[in-house]
């Protein structure tokens, strides 16, 4: 009978600790996917920062006719102009084509051959790889809509524009990490 008991109790233990173990992985896994949550909203909080900054700086270059996201020019068939932050000698906001990285909704994840640029300046090993990317998207274009509110609107001194950070493809996936996407109204403040 004795034996019988230890038995029952050793089974009893075990499922007990199986469970605590299970607990604590699952609890270890969901920090994890917070920790890089977080990273990504710091990776878009940046690209803001860094988007004011250059604004305030030099309008004309970043968000002007002729910047790195200019006004989004109808009839063209282009429905957005996109940049990322590059990090080589100064921080700077640098154009990239649809072609080199784009958005993909229905995946969730960012495609193409350079999406890695868009990653931004961290330093890559084993233990830290490349997992996201962030794309800095205008919406509006250089001509007012006569059907709308924007008739009066002034498309010099300000710009619609949606960060993205999603999972680069290959690197994680879109279900596991929802894309973070910030969309911000930029106004020209200053004399640049």
Request: hydrophobic fraction near 35%.
């Amino acid at each position: 009978m004795t034996l019988i008991e230890v038995l029952v109790a050793l089974t009893i233990v075990s499922f007990v600790f199986a469970s605590l173990t299970q607990m604590t992985f699952t609890a270890l896994r969901r920090t994890k996917n917070l920790e890089l949550q977080d990273k990504m909203r710091n990776y878009a909080t940046e690209a803001v920062q860094i988007l004011y900054n250059q604004k305030d700086t030099n309008w004309d270059s970043v968000l002007g006719d002729s910047g790195e996201l200019p006004p989004v020019v109808p009839n063209t068939g282009s429905t957005y102009t996109q940049a990322y932050v590059a990090y080589d000698s100064s921080i700077s906001i640098k154009n990239i084509s649809t072609g080199d990285c784009e958005f993909n909704e229905e995946e969730r994840v960012l495609i193409g051959t350079n999406c890695e640029l868009t990653s931004g300046n961290e330093q890559v090993t084993d233990t830290n790889p490349v997992l996201f990317g962030r794309l800095i998207r205008r919406f509006d274009d250089n001509q007012p809509d006569t059907n709308s509110l924007n008739q009066n609107r002034d498309f010099t001194t300000d710009a619609e524009i949606e960060i993205i950070v999603a999972c680069i493809e290959g690197k994680c996936k879109g279900e596991d990490f929802t894309p973070f996407k910030l969309n911000l109204t930029v106004y020209r403040t200053s004399g640049q």
